[in-house]
T-cell receptor, first 112, second 111 residues
Framework: NAGVTQTPKFRVLKTGQSMTLLCAQD?????MYWYRQDPGMGLRLIHY???????AKGEVPDGYNVSRLKKQNFLLGLESAAPSQTSVYFC???????????FGQGTRLTVV | GEDVEQSLFLSVREGDSSVINCTYT??????LYWYKQEPGAGLQLLTY?????DMKQDQRLTVLLNKKDKHLSLRIADTQTGDSAIYFC???????????FGKGTMLLVSP
C-alpha cells in the first residue's frame, strides 16, 4: 500500500544548484499536483497535471518546471535554486471522480 | 480569485469542544475539506463535506456548511491533547480538482 511516494524526504541545496523531486503514485490516478507549504502560508499549488504528457501552472509556478512522462510519475524541477524556494513540498494525486486527494509525506528542502 | 481564510490560533482545555472556522470565496466549490497536520508530518484528511450538504457528523467531528455565507466550521467534541495540531480548511475547484488551502489554524489543547 505505497500510495504516493516522494523522493527525497530531505535535501539541502546551495543557491544556484539544480535538483528534481520525484513523486510516484501506484493508484493509476490521472491527476497529480505539486504544492509547497511555507510557515503561515498554508499550501499553495505550484503545478499540476491532468494526464500523462500534460502539465499546467498553479498559483506559484515561477522557478519550477514539471514533467509527466509516465502516468505514475510527476517530477518537479528546480533549475537554479534560490533561498525563497526553501519550503516543504507535497505531492498529491486523485481521480476526477474521487472525493479524496492522496498526499505524499513531503520533501523538506532547504536552500542555503 | 479563490481565497480561503481561517483564524490562526485556538486554545482550549482538554475535554472542551473546539470550533475552528473557515470562510471561502469560490461559490463553485464542489467539496470542502478539513485536514490535520501534526508537527513534521504530512496531511491527514479528517473529513469532507459535499457542497450541497449543510452538516456532516463523524464520531467526535461535526462539520457545518453555510453555503449562503460561504462559511465552514469544524467542531471537535471532547478535545484531547492528541488533537493539538494545525487544521487546514480547503476547497476543491470544479475543474481539475485543485485544492485551495487556508493558512491553517493551530489548535493547542492544554490538560
Amino acid at each position: 500500500n505505497a500510495g504516493v511516494t516522494q523522493t527525497p524526504k530531505f535535501r539541502v541545496l546551495k543557491t544556484g544548484q539544480s535538483m528534481t523531486l520525484l513523486c510516484a503514485q501506484d493508484m493509476n490516478h490521472e491527476y497529480m499536483y505539486w504544492y509547497r507549504q511555507d510557515p503561515g502560508m498554508g499550501l499553495r499549488l505550484i503545478h499540476y497535471s491532468v494526464g500523462e504528457g500534460t502539465t499546467a501552472k498553479g498559483e506559484v509556478p515561477d522557478g519550477y518546471n514539471v514533467s509527466r512522462l509516465k502516468k505514475q510519475n510527476f517530477l518537479l524541477g528546480l533549475e537554479s535554486a534560490a533561498p525563497s524556494q526553501t519550503s516543504v513540498y507535497f505531492c498529491a494525486s486523485t481521480e476526477p471522480a474521487n472525493t479524496e486527494a492522496f498526499f505524499g509525506q513531503g520533501t523538506r528542502l532547504t536552500v542555503v | 480569485g479563490e481565497d480561503v481564510e481561517q483564524s490562526l490560533f485556538l486554545s482550549v482545555r482538554e475535554g472542551d469542544s473546539s470550533v475552528i472556522n473557515c470562510t471561502y470565496t469560490d461559490s463553485s466549490s464542489t467539496y470542502l475539506y478539513w485536514y490535520k497536520q501534526e508537527p513534521g508530518a504530512g496531511l491527514q484528511l479528517l473529513t469532507y463535506i459535499f457542497s450541497n450538504m449543510d452538516m456532516k457528523q463523524d464520531q467526535r467531528l461535526t462539520v457545518l456548511l453555510n453555503k449562503k455565507d460561504k462559511h465552514l466550521s469544524l467542531r471537535i467534541a471532547d478535545t484531547q491533547t492528541g488533537d493539538s495540531a494545525i487544521y487546514f480548511c480547503a476547497e476543491r475547484a470544479s475543474g481539475y480538482s485543485t485544492l485551495t488551502f487556508g493558512k491553517g489554524t493551530m489548535l493547542l489543547v492544554s490538560p
